[in-house]
């Protein structure tokens, strides 16, 4: 599906927008420049409460810039409530490895709120992966 930013006069590009399932039941966001076959990916992990308009936004600016977005949103990679934050960071870690899976290597990993924070529990726990 073409994904055009409405009322963004500077920016002018085609970009794809994808809903993709991950373990049979969770959907994560994906931006990625239309008609290009050859550039990097990110992967941003939005806070718990977080608005997915901006994440359109930001989805849509940087894949103009030819960069593929995945969002990861914390809800997404929950899968009980009673996790631990510990267990929350190893289940991201999993989903990074199913990225890489399908996508190649991920650029760089960013997070806000919460998801700053789990960005930053991986980058101490793996020193070699771009976090």
């Given amino acids: 599906m073409d994904f055009v930013m409405s009322g ?3 920016v002018k590009c ?3 927008r994808q809903e993709n399932i991950y373990r049979d039941r969770h959907i994560y ?3 990625e420049p239309a008609g290009i076959s050859d550039y990097p990916t990110i992967v941003i992990i939005p806070g718990a ?6 994440h359109e936004y930001v989805g849509f600016r940087l894949a103009c810039q030819n960069t593929r977005v995945v969002f990861a ?3 997404l990679l929950r899968t ?3 996790d631990s934050f510990d ?3 190893i289940q991201t870690m999993d989903f990074l490895d199913h990225i890489r899976k399908k996508h190649g290597e991920v650029k760089s990993v960013a997070g806000h709120s919460l998801g700053g924070l789990i960005a930053i529990r991986m980058a101490l726990l793996d020193s070699k992966s771009a976090y």
């Fill in 80 to 82: 009980d409530i009673r």
């Fill in 8 to 10: 963004d006069p500077v």
């Fill in 14 to 16: 085609r970009v794809l």
């Fill in 87 to 89: 267990e929350l960071v």
């Fill in 29 to 31: 966001t994906t931006f």
């Fill in 49 to 54: 409460l977080q608005n997915s308009q901006k």
């Fill in 73 to 75: 949103p914390v809800s």
